[in-house]
């Protein structure tokens, strides 16, 4: 089955620019969702179809695909932005779900 | 608004059954496919199961293949998962989601723990 691999953590200073990969082999074909999910709640979905945001989702969340690699760029880090982050991807032609393992955001 | 609510969570032992709702309001639930994820303590996002917007077609992850089962009521605008033969390894938080191009709206979770 797919895999998709994300790095355990990321730390990032207020108003800096997070970015958190999504590994995957040729992950550049298929279309790439991200969610947000902050401790104690459900997740929230930020980005969908690699690069586009559901209405209420900030600006500063952006994302991009290419290849092997696709990546969630948050802009101007705020503290509130701490949160675990999931790409996912449809597998096996549009019939199964596939999560990264999650990435931990820390705000310094 | 999309509101979904999960309920029927418990605990429960090795080799028991329970059966997870969700309820859905808010949107035309009969136009969705809807799923099943779930959250071990402490761990990632696992999928678990996909029901199409009429019920015609289900799929499930190999892990629960065989012991759990998705299905839903348009009536009652109600998503179930059937989960029998449950194990330790099944202990985790259960959200339902609703589909389409991405997960766009979820449960606030139900917590099943499987322990004797």
């Known amino acids: 089955s797919y895999v998709l691999t994300q790095p355990p953590s990321v730390s990032v200073a207020p108003g800096q620019t997070a970015r958190i990969t999504c590994g995957g082999d040729n992950i550049g074909s298929k279309s790439v969702h991200w969610y947000q999910q902050k401790a104690g709640q459900a997740p929230v979905l930020v980005v969908y179809?690699?690069?586009d945001r559901p209405s209420g989702i900030p600006e500063r969340f952006s994302g991009s695909n290419s290849g092997n690699t696709a990546t969630l760029t948050i802009s101007r880090v705020e503290d509130g932005d701490e949160a675990d982050y999931y790409c996912?991807?449809?597998?096996?032609?549009?019939?199964?779900?596939?999560f990264g393992g999650g990435t931990k955001l820390t705000v310094l | 608004q999309v509101q979904l609510v999960d309920s029927g969570g418990g605990v429960v032992q090795p080799g028991r059954s329970l059966r997870l709702s969700c309820t859905a309001s808010g949107f035309t639930f009969s136009s969705y496919s809807m799923h099943w994820v779930r959250q071990a303590p402490g761990k990632g996002l696992e999928w678990v199961a996909i029901i199409s917007f009429d019920g015609s077609k289900k799929y499930h992850a190999d892990s629960v293949k065989g012991r759990f089962t998705i299905s839903r009521d348009n009536f009652t605008k109600t998503l179930y998962l059937q989960m029998n033969s449950l194990r330790a390894e099944d202990t985790a938080l259960y959200y339902c989601?609703?589909?389409?191009?991405?997960?766009?709206?979820w449960g606030q979770g139900t917590l099943v723990t499987v322990s004797s």
């Open positions: 989601a609703r589909g389409g191009v991405a997960f766009d709206a």
């Open positions: 996912q991807v449809w597998d096996r032609g549009g019939e199964y779900v596939v």
């Open positions: 179809d690699d690069s």
